[in-house]
Every structure is written in structure tokens, then in C-alpha cells.
């Protein structure tokens, strides 16, 4: 069986391929002190993350599955850059530089509305189970916009092929049959809708951790 999702299909359900043993979201984030700036936005509705927990503590019941912790609940928009460190890498900015990106993000979407979301389905990649996002591509809009701001690359997985998602948990073994056909069950659940008031710039800390370490950095709060 297929799930589908934004005019594709995403993963096999009868043979997925898993590769996320140790899971790690980019390359490079596990690096010794290496920080990571993030663009997203967090998911704070209590009736949605209430939601969320009850599905957690099912899938959690099956050994193959590990759950996000509910602080995690997010959607990315763009990871953005490593900041600068002693190993001066190609994708590192300094803090000027990042301070640069904020100032102009800030004003691409300081008069943006707030962004009506649904959240239904429950889906998967190779790497992690998230809940779908139904938006009328208007995050998707968000990432294209980014896009134009100086020293914010373009990747694979940028628009168009920009997916909103919440990962929620992600594989311990490969194994992963019994946990599959729980997640068929729950697959059509319905998380309710939301409005996104605030997007986040967030320091990512991975260096001796099971998961990253959110640091908040700077809010742009949408228009009223």
C-alpha cells in the first residue's frame, strides 16, 4: 500500500527503506559543537498537542517506534546554516551574517497574515512518522520567499518540492512491520486546525544528544 501526499507517493507501506537507526535529520549536525540555525515554526495549540500525545502513547506501545519529545512539535520552514565555528566550513555564517539574514526575513514577512493550517493524516518518510499539513501552499510560499534572501542556499528539498510536515517520532530497528500496520490504523486521524501567528529562528544543538537541542534565538510575529 502507497500513502500519498502533496501529488506523490511517499514511502512503500509493504516495503519501506529504512536507514535511521541512529537518526540524524541533516548531515553534519551530530559534529562536535557544531550549531545549526532553523527557520520554523512551533505548533502550541493544547487541543492539537493533546491530539498528538494520545497517538503518541499508541504508536509507543509497538518497540520499534520512537516518539518525539511534544517540545519538538514544530513545522520547518528552512534549515538555514551552521554558525561559523574553528572548522570554518563552506555552509558556516558568522553571527553578522546571520544577524543579516533575520533583518531581512523580518521584513519579508513582519506584514504576513497569520497562516491557517490543517493537521490530518498520520504518514511517513524513510526517516521519521509525521502528521500531514494541509495549507493551500502557503508555507510552501514562505519557503520560495526565503529563497531570495541573500546567503539562504536552495536544496532538494526547498520548494517546489517543500513538503510542511510535524515529525513526531522516528525508527529504533528495522523491523518495523507491526509498527507499520499501526500506523495504517491511525493513518486517517484528525489532528483539527490551527493558525500560525509566529515563525522561529532557533539554535539546534546535536553534540551528545538523543535529540537537538532547541535554543530560541529570534521571533517574527505575524501581522494582527
Known amino acids: ?34 550549531i545549526h540555525l532553523v527557520f520554523l515554526t512551533k505548533i502550541q495549540d493544547k487541543k492539537i498537542i493533546n491530539k498528538i500525545e494520545k497517538v503518541q502513547r499508541e504508536l509507543s506501545k509497538n518497540k520499534s ?3 518525539f519529545p511534544k517540545d519538538h512539535y ?17 555552509d558556516d555564517l558568522d553571527i553578522k551574517q546571520i544577524t543579516e539574514i533575520i533583518a531581512k526575513t523580518k521584513k519579508e514577512f513582519s506584514n504576513t497574515n497569520p497562516i491557517k493550517i490543517k493537521i490530518q493524516k498520520i504518514n511517513f ?8 499539513v494541509q495549507d493551500n501552499n502557503k508555507l510552501g510560499m514562505i519557503n520560495k520567499r526565503l529563497m531570495k534572501i541573500k546567503n539562504i542556499n536552495h536544496s532538494g528539498r526547498d520548494y517546489p ?13 528495522k523491523n518495523i512491520k507491526a509498527l507499520i500496520k499501526r500506523i495504517e490504523k491511525l493513518k486517517d486521524t484528525n489532528f483539527g486546525e490551527t493558525e500560525i501567528k509566529s515563525f522561529d529562528f532557533v539554535f539546534a544543538h546535536w553534540h551528545k544528544t538523543k535529540f537537538p537541542k532547541f535554543e530560541s534565538y529570534k521571533k517574527i510575529k505575524l501581522k494582527k
Open 1 to 34: 500500500m502507497l500513502f500519498f501526499l502533496a501529488g506523490r507517493f511517499v514511502c512503500k507501506m509493504n516495503n519501506p527503506k529504512i536507514d535511521t537507526e541512529f537518526w540524524k535529520p541533516y548531515r553534519g549536525w551530530s559534529k562536535k559543537e557544531r
Open 65 to 67: 517506534y520512537i516518539r
Open 74 to 90: 514544530h513545522i520547518t520552514l528552512k534549515p538555514l546554516t551552521f554558525l561559523k565555528d574553528k572548522q570554518n566550513k563552506p
Open 125 to 132: 518518510f524513510s526517516s521519521v512518522v509525521f502528521l500531514e
Open 161 to 173: 518540492n517543500f513538503i510542511p510536515h510535524i515529525a513526531i517520532g522516528t525508527f529504533k530497528t
